[in-house]
């Protein structure tokens, strides 16, 4: 039984999430529907590359990941069928394909004649029908045409220079800790035992990796690795975003 992902900016106010779920079970038989996120920031891909960046490999491969979620600059990108590590993965032409894999895709097929204003509703009238081809057994190739370029986006990569590392805020989850473009084992490889100092807005700074966020007293700021492997700002039962004022973007310092 396949499983079909949603991700998009949609929200869940409106009509239109369950318009896409009754289009999919109407067309494809035997599949599994798994919601991503539909609180994506309003035309966000980077926010939304982020939270299915990190979703999407614990699905088995064979998925089906659809992606809603438009460039207020690209308003007419084509949609692609692209392929990575087994998976399938639906979407505009936009950049968030570029932001979603490190090493890039491994198959991309262009949809004929299926721009992004050829449908007031591609969501539902395009994509789900390239979904349940797919359900259906249907080739990539069939579906598609194959193409070697795709729209691509400047990512937000570490910087190392002498003693410091330097590194950007990407995303904020529910709790408003704020996740990094740090990784562990980028910080194992260059920083290892080394004694260290991170630093964040306002001067704040942290001195060691916390193991669990209860860790420190209630109300205290940490550092650690999530479960993604990513270095977090947190508090212990806190708002670290709305304490410390951080945004997407915020430059992190580690000196060592």
């Known amino acids: 039984m396949p499983f079909i992902t949603l991700t998009s900016d949609l929200g869940e106010r409106d009509h239109y999430v369950a318009a896409v779920k009754g289009a999919l079970y109407s067309a494809c038989a035997d599949i599994r529907i798994v919601d991503i996120s539909h609180q994506i920031s309003h035309f966000d891909i980077a926010h939304a590359a982020f939270v299915l960046k990190n979703a999407y490999h614990h699905f088995p491969e064979g998925s089906i990941h659809l992606l809603s979620v438009e460039s207020t600059d690209k308003p007419d990108a084509r949609i692609l069928l692209v392929k990575k590590k087994g998976h399938f993965f639906v979407g505009y032409d936009n950049g968030i394909f570029s932001l979603l894999f490190d090493d890039g895709p491994d198959e991309i097929f ?3 004649g299926k721009e992004g204003r050829a449908s007031t509703f ?3 009238e395009i994509m789900v029908d390239v979904a349940c081809k797919l359900v259906n057994g249907t080739k990539a190739e069939a579906i598609g045409v194959a193409v070697s370029e795709y729209v691509e986006r400047q990512k937000l990569q570490p910087v190392l220079n002498g003693n410091s590392l ?3 805020i990407l ?5 408003g800790n704020a996740m990094t473009n740090i990784s562990r084992s980028l910080f194992e490889e ?3 035992e080394k004694r260290f100092s991170i630093a964040f807005k306002n001067n704040e700074t942290v001195r060691s990796i916390s193991l669990s966020y209860n860790e420190v007293p209630e109300g205290e700021k940490l550092c650690i ?3 993604e492997g990513y270095l977090e700002i947190a508090i212990n039962k806190g708002q670290a975003k709305q304490l410390f004022g951080l945004k997407i973007g915020d430059l992190i310092q580690i000196e060592f």
């Not at 995303?171 to 709790?175: A, I, K, Q, S």
């Open 225 to 227: 690795f999530n479960s």
């Open 171 to 175: 995303y904020f989850d529910h709790y």
């Open 190 to 192: 260059i920083i290892g």
């Open 110 to 112: 262009h949809i004929p």
């Open 122 to 124: 591609p969501f539902r």
């Open 166 to 168: 330097r590194g950007a």
